[in-house]
Each structure stands twice: as structure tokens, then as C-alpha cells.
């Protein structure tokens, strides 16, 4: 299997995945703590949603960032991010509902890099050192950095009493 196939495959259990852990979460739930400092499901699937954007970034899909001065962080933002004028806190059903709909756009443009373009060293900002410095590597990064962030709701889910997240669609 491709390099392409491999992440493809790992994007698209994070779309299925992402919709499954916050199913059945209302907005008012979505924003609870369970300790501090841990983060609401709401930042969670809103930072999920900012992420996903940057593999949009890579495909050269046209998404907008919405939202994003709620759900950056300081390590990954850019000074589009740090500079974006105030918006109203989205719902959660918003969240997944931008997230649907990105995921289409995104995943298209993912589909259509080339293996060479997927190879090219790139000079990007990345947290983890060493890292594999092509593109294929940064998308990686991005598909395990969804990954954690789906579990860390997947958790919280628990902990507000509903049942575990389902890994069917």
C-alpha cells in the first residue's frame, strides 16, 4: 500500500471516528470540564477543526478557517491565527457540521498529491524533532495529532456518562 493510501485510510477513520465521539454530546455538555486543566469537548472537536484545516492547507483544498481565534494553541498557531479578529463561540453542532463539510473538500485535495509532491522536504514549524520533513511526514503528524485529540474527548465522553464511542459509521 502507498504512503498516500496509508494516511487516506487513517484520515478517514479520524472523519468517522470524530463524528462518533461527540455523537450524542449536546452544546451545554460540550463545554464542561471534568478537572482542571483539561480542555472541553467543544475546544477539542474545535481544535480538531483547526487542524484539519492545515491538512486543507496541504492539498491546497479551499477551506476557511472558522473560528480561529477560539481553538489554535500557541505552539502551532500562525499570525493569521494570533491576529483574527473576535467571533461568537460556535456550537458544538456547528463544529461537526463545518467539520462535514470540510472533510469532502479536504479529503479531495488530499487524494490528488502526487507520491512526488507527498516526498518533498518541506520548511515547515513541526513540534516533534526529528521528524521525516517531507509532506507525507507533516500529514502523518497532523493524522496522529487527530488521533490523540479524538481520545482525549473519547475520555471526557466517559466521564460524562455516555456510552463509548462506537468505531462503525
Known sequence: MSTKKQLLAQYDLHDVLFNNVIKDINDHESNKTIAD????????????????ANLANISGAPV????????????????????????PLPTLDEIKDKWNHDTVITRQGLENLSEETLNKVIDA??????????LAGLWAFINDHQAYHIGQIGIIRRALGKEAMSYSR
Request: hydrophobic share 35%; proline share 10%.
Open 37 to 52: 486543566p483539561v480542555n472541553s469537548v467543544k475546544w477539542l472537536a474545535g481544535h480538531l477543526l483547526w487542524a484539519n
Open 64 to 87: 476557511e478557517v472558522k473560528w480561529r481565534d477560539h481553538f489554535h494553541t500557541t505552539q502551532g498557531g500562525s499570525a493569521e491565527d494570533f491576529n483574527a479578529p473576535p467571533s
Open 125 to 134: 514549524k513541526h513540534p516533534i524533532h526529528p521528524f521525516d520533513n517531507t
